[in-house]
Nanobody
Framework: QVQLVESGGGLVQAGGSLRLSCAAS????????MGWFRQAPGNERKFVAA???????YYADSVKGRFTISRDNAKNTVYLQMNSLKPEDTAVYFC????????????WGQGTQVTVSS
């Protein structure tokens, strides 16, 4: 079992930056693929970014060039640096973990709210 706890959300003006963190505990391992997803009100949850065990990164087109995912395996923590934020980035952001790319994400955090004002 893996427990994930997100932090770092908040209110920011358009053009600003935030860094989200996801601390993992339990049966964690550097081999897990870690991902970030987001869900805006009335919308389905959507993929944002993922990072593999060997630091390969993957991004949704909507955030490429603005968001950066990274991981510190020694701290069991994954980060999402979000720059040039837009109002449409407003959502609850979730951290998730899976055993390999392409597999369903089995472990999810509770989410952290990000609100971008115009």
């Amino acid at each position: 079992q893996v427990q994930l706890v997100e932090s770092g959300g908040g209110l920011v003006q358009a053009g600003g930056s935030l860094r989200l963190s996801c601390a993992a505990s339990g049966r964690t391992g550097s081999s897990y693929v870690m991902g970030w997803f987001r869900q805006a009100p009335g919308n389905e949850r959507k993929f944002v970014a993922a990072i593999s065990w060997n630091y390969g990164t993957y991004y949704a087109d909507s955030v490429k060039g603005r968001f950066t995912i990274s991981r510190d395996n020694a701290k069991n923590t994954v980060y999402l640096q979000m720059n040039s934020l837009k109002p449409e980035d407003t959502a609850v952001y979730f951290c998730a973990a899976t055993t390999s790319l392409g597999n369903e994400y089995h472990y999810w955090g509770q989410g952290t709210q990000v609100t971008v004002s115009s």
